[in-house]
């Protein structure tokens, strides 16, 4: 169980999230389906559907949020990083080694190729994205499904909202409420509704998008900003990148937040970081 970060910006983020979706629950529920679908079999359906993929929005973003991103663990001593410079064969470390792993001054510690210091965690990342306050938590190297989960299902319930307050408005209901001041009260919702759904929509959706190119160029946020590359990639390289974030179970679990994410072991000269999940 990771730390929690007390960052104020992070705290606000997650209040706003889950008025957002107790809100769209809300307003689907009683102002949508109870009132344009209760004489119809789909009404019940359409509550057990949308309330099971908040279920699903809800335990991945916790997961997300309570998860350690992958930090690297503090030295329990002070360190001795002479060896990154020394001529001595016996103490010197490979050149290839030496290239692809970096030291921290602020933690004092090895760090993993990828692996960045986060400002507000104040810690080293393993396959650091970046920091989301959406989250109060870095996007790391075993939080990064958690996160990925998140966004699609909160993609899916701006849809879902979209497409029932459309066909609400679409259908005539003959048995609905249609004194003035509960019209106006269910339509100012329903508005209310549609624009937050298409504003984070949008807003996913775009992040969704840099998520992948990110993990299909095997470049993260912090890197992709440094170089200009672009990357082509067959199916089978597709699903074994994807497959590294996501674990390697069928691609048909990958959206399950209970799966774990793969594992990952990383040495450094004598020091061996290796984590369970």
Not at 15 to 32: E, G, L, M, S
Not at 86 to 95: F, G, S, V
Not at 161 to 181: H, K, M, Q
Request: with cysteine; charged share 20%; glycine share 4%.
């Amino acid at each position: 169980m990771k730390m929690f970060v007390k960052d104020p910006c992070g705290i606000v983020c997650i209040i706003v999230t889950y008025i957002a979706v107790f809100y769209a629950d809300y307003v689907v529920v009683r102002w949508v389906i109870l009132h344009s679908l209760q004489d119809s079999l789909w009404g019940p359906f359409h509550v057990v559907a949308f309330n099971t993929v908040v279920l699903l929005l809800i335990i991945s973003h916790l997961k997300a949020v309570c998860s350690d991103p992958g930090v690297v663990p503090l030295p329990q001593s002070r360190m001795d990083f002479s060896d990154f410079h020394t001529d001595n064969p016996e103490t010197k470390i490979d050149c290839d080694e030496r290239d692809n792993w970096t030291v921290c001054t602020r933690c004092e510690t090895y760090r993993p190729p990828k692996a960045h210091h986060c400002r507000i965690c104040k810690r080293c990342v393993r396959r650091m994205d970046h920091h989301c306050p959406w989250i109060n938590n870095c996007v790391g190297e075993r939080n990064q499904k958690f996160f990925i989960q998140f966004l699609v299902y909160v993609g899916i319930l701006a849809i879902y909202a979209i497409g029932l307050v459309i066909a609400s408005w679409i259908v005539d209901c003959s048995r609905c409420n249609n004194e003035v001041a509960v019209k106006q009260n269910r339509d100012l919702h329903c508005i209310i509704l549609v624009l937050e759904s298409a504003l984070f929509g949008m807003f996913v959706i775009a992040i969704l998008v840099d998520q992948f190119q990110s993990i299909l160029g095997e470049e993260n946020a912090m890197e992709r900003m440094q170089t200009n590359h672009h990357y082509k990639k067959n199916s089978s390289q597709t699903l074994m990148l994807l497959s590294q974030v996501c674990g390697r179970s069928h691609p048909i679990f990958w959206m399950l937040p209970c799966q774990n994410p793969p594992r990952y072991t990383f040495r450094k000269d004598a020091y061996l970081i290796d984590h369970e999940v």
